[in-house]
């Protein structure tokens, strides 16, 4: 019996390994994980930031668009993002000066993430215009180890761990940064904080404790501000789609899609206006 209990973890430890069970939460190790403030920033590639565009282009107009997976265009070559086709498409319809599209959006980025980059970006490169991809962001990542998890509602220890009910904190410290299998259990089962504030309330919140930073950030350098809207994001998308009552796949890819439809009008409508500001302010700081 015991080797047979054994037996049954090994393979349930190897089967999260090999990604084979998937918890609810974002996970996020590697791809240049470091602290920007005391924020976890990672970088997945860097293919969308369109660097260079300003280097060979320092008169053109500058966008930059700061977002998640949405923005990011999970799955696609960097030629197919939205964000290159939008570039495209306003010099086509502007040539002079031109405009440089840069995408500082990165999977499984929320709003903590995306406002420390920006914080460095847009005093870096000044734009005209700052498309910032929003939706209500209850998710905070917190570092255990080498390691960013969005801990949702998961109950924080004194020691800066999340657990399971019953568990001492000093095994549980061990268990968590040694077995994925542990690691699963507690982001799935794991204690929980009292809850937090939701419906209108929490959205008040959210808009008044974070949402309210950005625009002064954008009036520093003169910049024009958008805001468009994502489908919830505070969970991998395959949980979504499973657990889905109301909103299957497709209806929430094409909402997604219809996103970004709707917004291309938008989008080259308002930079064709933001376009009017002298080459100075157009400059690398």
């Known amino acids: 019996m015991v080797l047979g209990l054994v037996g ?11 990604g084979k069970l998937k918890p609810p939460r974002q996970v996020i190790r590697g791809f240049g994980m470091h602290s920007v403030d005391g924020v976890p920033v990672w970088e997945r590639t860097g293919d969308r930031h369109n660097r260079e565009c300003v280097e060979q282009h320092p008169e053109r107009t500058r ?12 799955a696609l070559d960097p030629p197919q993002v939205f964000t290159a086709a939008l570039e495209q498409r306003l010099n086509a319809l502007r040539p002079t000066p031109g405009f440089c599209v840069l995408n500082f959006a990165q999977e499984g980025y929320a709003f903590d993430q995306k406002f420390a980059v920006a914080s460095i970006e847009v005093p870096r490169y000044r734009p005209a215009l700052i498309m910032w991809e ?11 180890g080498d390691t960013a998890y969005a801990i949702g509602d998961l109950a924080v220890r004194g020691d800066g761990f999340i657990g399971l009910a019953g ?6 410290r061990l268990f968590f ?16 904080m009292q809850q937090r504030v939701g419906g209108p ?6 808009a008044n404790t974070r949402l309210s930073k950005v625009p002064p950030l954008a009036q520093s350098v003169g910049a024009k501000l ?5 489908p919830p994001l505070d969970q991998p998308f395959a949980y979504t789609f499973t657990r889905s009552r109301d909103a299957p ?26 376009d009017n500001r002298s080459s100075d302010a157009r400059r690398i700081a």
């Not at 929003?134 to 255990?144: L, N, T």
């Open 201 to 206: 309330n929490g959205i008040e919140l959210f």
């Open 134 to 144: 929003d939706w209500v962001e209850w998710s905070e990542y917190r570092m255990i």
């Open 249 to 274: 796949p497709s209806k929430l890819y094409s909402g997604s899609f219809a996103c970004f439809a709707t917004m291309s009008h938008s989008a080259i409508s308002i930079a064709l206006h933001a």
């Open 167 to 172: 568990v001492p904190d000093q095994l549980n």
């Open 226 to 230: 958008v805001f468009y809207l994502a």
């Open 8 to 18: 049954g973890v090994l393979i349930a430890e190897a089967a999260v390994r090999q």
């Open 63 to 74: 966008i930059l668009f700061f977002g998640s997976s949405i923005t990011f265009g999970t």
């Open 177 to 192: 940064l040694h077995s994925r299998l542990y690691e699963y259990l507690v982001l799935v089962y794991g204690e929980r």
